[in-house]
């Protein structure tokens, strides 16, 4: 199974700057590529994707569960080209995880993501 | 109340839309005017994600959005109507003569398109057709979010 790869696609530059963070704490890079909404409509940023994902397989890693990032993902991954799995709500601890487990299906990465993410977030009372 | 915003969008649903709009104007529903997304369950889906539950999102063809606009217009809760595109606008607005603003809120690069302004791109035919509108009567201006200027249709095309 060909190494998986990870595309955060978010608004403004929120996947640079967690591409940035994922890099200073591991070492790693290239597994994460970052796409930016900003300044394009639906059909840029399926090129973008596009340039992206290239052959696959791949996680998009999107920062909302709506929005344009969201719906042009979710499109992408519909059209078939490649084998995707699309997760929302995008953190630093699932891509922490991620980059240490990508020779898995994209279907289980985003099981793993939804999973690691979610464990991430508590609330710490004072 | 009333539709307060006529908006065209290539983005159509998003945040601009849902907080960036929604928030301050206080909005209860939303019309999305699409003919190939009122055709499809999954696109709409994918839309419905985007919007709090709290919100009505409303699917419409062109046609049915020309029968539909009083009725949204004369609703006691403040809406938000969103096409994709200037041809939609100006096939909606050639049928409700009634309709007499669109704000320009994103119409994005793509090829044949010139920079007008930074959310903004047109090709001259768009450009042509968005003046045609405003010469029929329509108050057109371009403004991506409530705190920035609405910029007349003439500095900008």
């Known amino acids: 199974m060909s190494e998986l790869r990870g595309v955060i696609v978010s608004h403004a530059a929120v996947a640079k700057a967690m591409v940035d963070a994922v890099t200073a704490i591991t070492g790693i890079e290239g597994a994460l590529t970052p796409i930016s909404n900003e300044g394009c409509g639906t059909a840029e940023l399926g090129d973008r994707l596009r340039e992206a994902v290239g052959a696959g397989p791949a996680v998009l890693f999107v920062d909302l569960p709506g929005g344009s990032c969201f719906t042009s993902s979710a499109r992408y991954a519909k059209q078939g080209g490649a084998d995707i799995a699309v997760v929302t709500g995008v953190n630093l601890a699932m891509l922490l995880d991620f980059v240490f487990n990508r020779d898995i299906s994209p279907a289980e990465a985003a099981r793993r993501a939804v999973d690691a993410g979610g464990k991430a977030i508590h609330v710490t009372r004072p | ?157």
């Open chain 2, 1 to 157: 109340m009333t539709l307060a915003l006529y908006r065209i969008d290539d983005r159509l649903i998003h945040g601009q839309v849902v907080v960036g709009w929604g928030q301050p104007l206080d909005v209860s529903f939303i019309v999305l005017v699409d003919d190939e997304v009122s055709g499809s369950d999954w696109e709409q889906d994918l839309y419905r994600m985007g919007v709090p539950p709290q919100i009505e999102v409303i699917f419409a063809s062109v046609e049915k959005a020309a029968d539909m606009l009083p009725n949204w217009e004369s609703d006691p809760r403040v809406g938000i109507l969103l096409v994709g595109d200037i041809d939609t606008a100006v096939a909606l607005a050639g049928r409700a003569p009634q309709l007499k603003r669109f704000n320009v809120g994103g119409v994005h690069h793509r090829t044949g398109r010139k920079e007008r302004l930074r959310f903004v791109y047109l090709t001259d035919d768009e450009a042509a057709k968005l003046r045609r509108l405003a010469a029929g009567g329509v108050d057109v201006t371009a403004q991506d979010v409530p705190t920035a200027r609405a910029v007349p249709v003439s500095e900008f095309t």
